[in-house]
């Protein structure tokens, strides 16, 4: 019986997709299942999959669906060998389609937020099984190792910067009527909280005149501008509201803040394996969101899972199930009084040393890892049963 699960990594910023994998992979070794990673880079990843093919693998899977498009003589790897295969997307579609649509039955789209699945539905259409897949959050072990009191870095802000102003300079270089579908689409954003992009942007081109049905690839082109754009914004706007304050500042790309005067100290990135040991020395974590409002991002629960507060703008899923939490630390990044906001809280002198337990809760609870491997293991019983279903193809 197939008993091999493999997970397939690539490349990606500090490294975050192997780390995350070999961690959540880790905990399911046993068990009747034998867990692996393979890394595309390396040119022996072929040699290191032969013997789990010859042994049976259970099924496999890819962050940002890695490993989904492998083939064998043109045809897709997974149906040659009937494994089933799911990729596990958080980024939104629009921004690499062809991911989304690969030619093989075998393969299913996994989505965390429900923005993907319903744009899956409503425009990309893939004939592949689509499904929501919950959050899967690692414990941290270095959670205890100090206490929160006792920690020595106050506020964190982990993130890769991006110029709003030089990503939207580029558009200069687009055609009249839709640099302004960009522009009107983008400064409508800048008003609202941070949510789904697709509605304004279809919203904008409608009172444009354009129907961009027929031509998808134009309407994915400029929803990966506004949604960077909107992105950059945001975190650029959060860095901006702490550089007063001595925030570790995290990551690169932040050369067009780091000159300003200011007590913020701005850091290099780092490798994804330092996080789990960085968040437990941190009090505040700060996070800005992506554009979705469906769900939490990783960085909000891993934060939880470190025993952190953690301040976030605020999406619609946080205002209504993170409220009662009294570590989460919710802002509305658009607000005239962010700044003071963010001051408030780096002043604050209250310990939490006692109030840390419902936000741990809440990620053993509603994120088990063991919940993300279970829908896995479920969805790939669908494929492999799939071929029962043949005499109601049309």
């Known amino acids: 019986m197939a008993s091999h699960v493999v997970a397939f990594v690539g490349v990606n910023a500090n490294d975050q997709h192997a780390v995350e994998s070999k961690n959540f992979m880790r905990g399911f070794e046993g068990d009747g299942i034998s867990c692996h990673t393979l890394d595309l880079k390396d040119a022996e990843f072929t040699s290191q999959l032969q013997p789990l093919i010859e042994d049976g693998i259970l099924f496999g899977w890819g962050p940002a669906g890695f490993g989904a498009g492998l083939n064998l003589n043109e045809v897709s790897f997974w149906d040659s ?203 505040y974590l700060v996070n800005s969101n992506p554009n979705f409002s469906s769900g939490l991002h990783e960085r909000v629960l891993r934060g939880f899972a470190a025993k952190c507060c953690v301040v976030s703008d605020n999406n619609a899923f946080s205002r209504t199930h993170l409220s009662h939490l009294p570590t989460y630390k919710g802002v509305e990044w658009n607000d005239d009084d962010l700044a003071d906001r963010m001051a408030a809280l780096y002043s604050d002198p209250s310990d939490y040393d006692d109030q840390l337990q419902p936000a741990l809760d809440y990620v053993d609870v509603n994120n088990d890892p063991a919940s993300l491997m279970t829908t896995l293991i479920e969805l790939a019983e669908i494929v492999r049963r799939s071929g029962s279903f043949k005499g109601f193809v049309f």
């Not at 960077?228 to 509201?241: G, P, S």
């Open 81 to 283: 060998f009937n494994i089933p295969f799911i990729s596990v997307h958080a980024d939104p579609p629009f921004s690499n389609p062809k991911n989304h649509h690969i030619p093989a039955r075998n393969v299913v789209n996994g989505y965390h937020y429900q923005e993907g699945l319903d744009f899956q539905r409503d425009w990309i259409r893939s004939p592949q099984i689509s499904a929501r897949l919950p959050m899967g959050i690692v414990p941290i072990p270095e959670r205890d190792a100090l206490a929160w009191s006792k920690r020595p870095r106050r506020m964190v802000f982990v993130k890769t910067g991006n110029d709003p102003v030089a990503w939207r300079a580029r558009w200069a270089e687009w055609p009249v009527k839709l640099r302004r579908v960009l522009e009107d689409a983008s400064d409508a954003l800048a008003k609202q909280k941070t949510g789904d992009i697709v509605p304004m942007t279809l919203e904008c081109l409608e009172a444009s005149g354009l129907n961009l049905q027929g031509r998808k690839d134009i309407l994915f082109a400029a929803l990966h501008e506004i949604d960077h754009y909107i992105r950059a914004l945001r975190a650029t706007t959060m860095v901006l509201a702490v550089r007063n304050l001595a925030v570790d500042i995290i990551g690169d790309g932040w050369g067009h803040v780091s000159h300003l005067e200011g007590r913020a100290r701005f850091w290099p990135s780092v490798n994804s394996s330092v996080l789990n040991s960085l968040y437990p020395e941190t009090q």
